[in-house]
Nanobody, 117 residues
């Protein structure tokens, strides 16, 4: 059974940091690209950060320099370090595993990040 379980969200003030984690199980983690998406109220879900199976990373322009994605294959975990948070970063953050060659994609349940003073 495939599972992606996110944690680490919360309510923070502008400028603060969080570390989001996603623990994967039920599939061969090392063969999947891992992604973090977010969805704010009334908006489309957007891709925030990607790390390939080889460790190459890519970020949305809005988070470059503030967010860092990493993966630990030994623990089947992908993390997202989010720094210098802004109110516009408020959203539900979702972990996604994708293996494009086989058209496979799995989602976690999401973790809420709220940035407010």
């Amino acid at each position: 059974q495939v599972q992606l379980v996110e944690s680490g969200g919360g309510l923070v003030q502008p400028g603060e940091s969080l570390r989001l984690s996603c623990v994967a199980s039920g599939f061969t983690f090392s063969m999947y690209a891992m992604n973090w998406y977010r969805q704010a109220p009334g908006k489309e879900r957007e891709l925030v950060a990607t790390i390939t199976s080889r460790g190459n990373t890519n970020y949305a322009d809005s988070v470059k320099g503030r967010f860092t994605i990493s993966r630990d294959s030994a623990k089947s975990t992908v993390s997202l370090q989010v720094n210098s948070l802004k109110p516009e970063d408020t959203a539900v953050y979702y972990c996604n595993a994708r293996r494009a060659a086989m058209s496979l994609s799995y989602w976690g349940q999401g973790t809420q990040v709220t940035v407010s003073s």
